[in-house]
């Protein structure tokens, strides 16, 4: 694996999709609510029980926000690296109008933050009354599998637009979220995958939970972007999140880039040991548990890539994950339910933003393909592209995003029905964490759809008049399908069902279909395997 592939793993530490700090004003306004407004299933009070006991949440607006509400232990202690356990019952009223504290991770400015009592949820609604119980979006953050929490995304316009339920998570990152070491195995056996435990066990509380806030618990849709998107993967394929969704949305989530149980094992024994606790025994996973969570924080665990480059991620080949989801999609092994997914035009370029790249150095950079890499050439010419580095960042972006999302795609026909995009704002602000103003045109890059459905910090320079109308058919897109399963919607451009070839290009200049696979090459990348 090149350094480019770990900038992949790696860049959500700088960008962090930006969200790596406290939601604020939506740069794309002048959204307005819709929804039947009497008779709702539950009150309108900022005070609801819960199975633990009843917390206290704000109303701002048109919208009741819950802040903070754990649905799990605290991993600490004894409970580091163990299934999540039910939180302690509380009797007064508990506040919820604050987030809790984001998992341990690395912050922007390169110092740590956070905290191993991170397992807490943000619950949105609608402030008004409903005429029956309202679907439920279910969140999950990207960051890599290190970074990132459910309080960064605002998804106020999602609310009401889309009279909805909301729900962002937190779950636990990097080393803590996701060792494989046998010395801490859990439930016959199981390593790893305490990150995706969480996701579950927060879905299980929405699942128990959401009717109290008016929430449908049989209307529950799980969305990602990222890291977040590749969890969906996941809970596509989890004998365990069976019936804790009835939908899934997928953005920029190459669910490929996971690992087997025995990588996980070994990688995660070579991490234990650099921190000097070497062995799999009992003793072990006490030295393991004596060390300080941000200094596990601050020592990446890597399990891909010959050269360790990769970050740590879910692990398949066991009862939690029983394969790898990519082979469950082509198998038909997916849950059956409707999926609307997608990459964008140019991921990749938020990778290479702070490097230059000479027409001397793309050949070898092209060498990580081996005996591909004249073919790799002969379709991604250097004078096809104003810079090297973006012909560098055409065939990344290609291989390592849209085409394995394609590939999803089309194995994911076989299950239920599958509504795809691409979006392609060639103007799409830059996020921060990138160089300011951009070496060179970002063009739709990794995350930047994101401001266009949730309200996040700085995304900047502010949306013109035609990026807010997108913002405002893609919040209805997303919204419809949340809904019925369908993004179709009156008003909006007919969103064709998947077939093989009909991708909505989400542009601001004219809403369209094309062929994504064709366009971006991929049966070249078919038969060229991921280095």
């Known amino acids: 694996m090149n350094a480019d592939k770990l900038r992949l793993r790696v860049r959500r530490r700088g960008v962090r999709v930006a969200v790596g700090v406290a939601a604020m004003a939506a740069v794309f306004s002048g959204v307005t609510a819709c929804g039947d407004e009497k008779d709702r299933p539950a009150t309108d009070?900022?005070?609801?029980?819960?199975?633990?006991?009843?917390?206290?949440?704000k109303l701002a607006g048109d919208t009741r926000s819950f802040s903070g509400i754990p649905y799990a232990a605290p991993p600490t202690g004894e409970l580091r690296w163990k299934p999540p356990v039910a939180p302690a019952h509380w009797t007064q009223e508990r506040d919820a109008t604050t987030p809790g504290s984001r998992c341990n991770q690395p912050q922007l400015t390169g110092e740590l933050g956070g905290s191993e009592d991170c397992l807490f949820l943000n619950v949105s609604t609608p402030a008004g009354a409903a005429a029956q119980r309202r679907p439920v979006l279910v969140w999950i953050h990207g960051g890599a599998f290190v970074s990132g929490s459910g309080a960064e995304y605002d998804p106020s316009r999602l609310v009401r637009t889309g009279d909805m339920v909301v729900v962002t998570i937190n779950y636990r990152l990097g080393a803590l979220g996701f060792l494989g070491h046998s010395a801490v195995a859990h439930e016959d056996g199981q390593v790893g995958n305490f990150g995706l435990l969480d996701q579950q066990a927060a879905l299980q509380w929405v699942h128990d939970n959401i009717a109290a806030f008016g929430g449908d618990p049989a209307k529950v849709t799980i969305a990602g972007e990222s890291a977040g998107a590749m969890s969906v993967c996941d809970h596509l394929v989890s004998p365990r999140s069976e019936r804790l969704f009835q939908g899934a949305i997928l953005e920029s989530g190459p669910c490929e880039l996971q690992v087997d149980r025995q990588t996980a094992v070994d990688k995660s024994e070579q991490y234990a040991t650099t921190l000097g606790c070497p062995g799999t025994d009992a003793a072990t996973a006490q030295c393991l548990r004596a060390i300080p969570a941000d200094k596990l924080a601050a020592t990446t665990l890597q399990y891909t890539g010959s050269d360790g480059s990769g970050l740590p991620s879910p692990a398949f080949g066991q009862p939690l994950l029983p394969e790898d989801p990519v082979t469950a999609f082509r198998e038909g092994k997916a849950a059956k339910v409707p999926v609307l997914i997608g990459a964008n035009h140019d991921e990749y370029t938020s990778f290479v933003a702070g490097r230059t790249i000479t027409a001397e150095e793309y050949p070898q950079l092209l060498q990580t393909f081996g005996a591909h890499a004249d073919t790799v050439a002969a379709r991604y010419p250097l004078d096809a592209y104003p810079q090297p580095v973006l012909a560098w960042s055409a065939v990344m972006t290609d291989h390592i995003f849209v085409c394995p999302i394609a590939d999803a795609t089309k194995s994911l026909v076989r299950t239920g029905p599958v509504y795809a995009y691409e979006?392609?704002?060639?103007?799409?602000?830059?996020?921060?964490?990138?160089?300011?103003?951009?070496?060179?045109?970002?063009?739709?890059?990794?995350?930047?759809?994101l401001p266009y459905l949730f309200d996040l910090a700085q995304a900047t320079p502010p949306a013109t008049p035609a990026q807010k109308i997108l913002s405002d058919k893609m919040i209805r897109y997303w919204s419809a399908f949340i809904r019925t399963g369908d993004p179709n919607s009156r008003g909006l451009p007919d969103w064709p069902r998947h077939t093989g070839d009909q991708d909505l290009v989400l542009n601001p200049e004219k809403i369209t279909t094309t062929d994504a696979a064709r366009n971006h090459h991929c049966e070249l990348w078919s038969g060229i395997p991921t280095p």
């Open 45 to 57: 009070s900022v005070v609801v029980g819960t199975q633990s006991g009843p917390v206290r949440g």
């Open 423 to 449: 979006f392609a704002d060639q103007n799409a602000a830059p996020l921060p964490g990138l160089p300011s103003p951009p070496p060179f045109p970002l063009g739709a890059s990794h995350a930047f759809e």
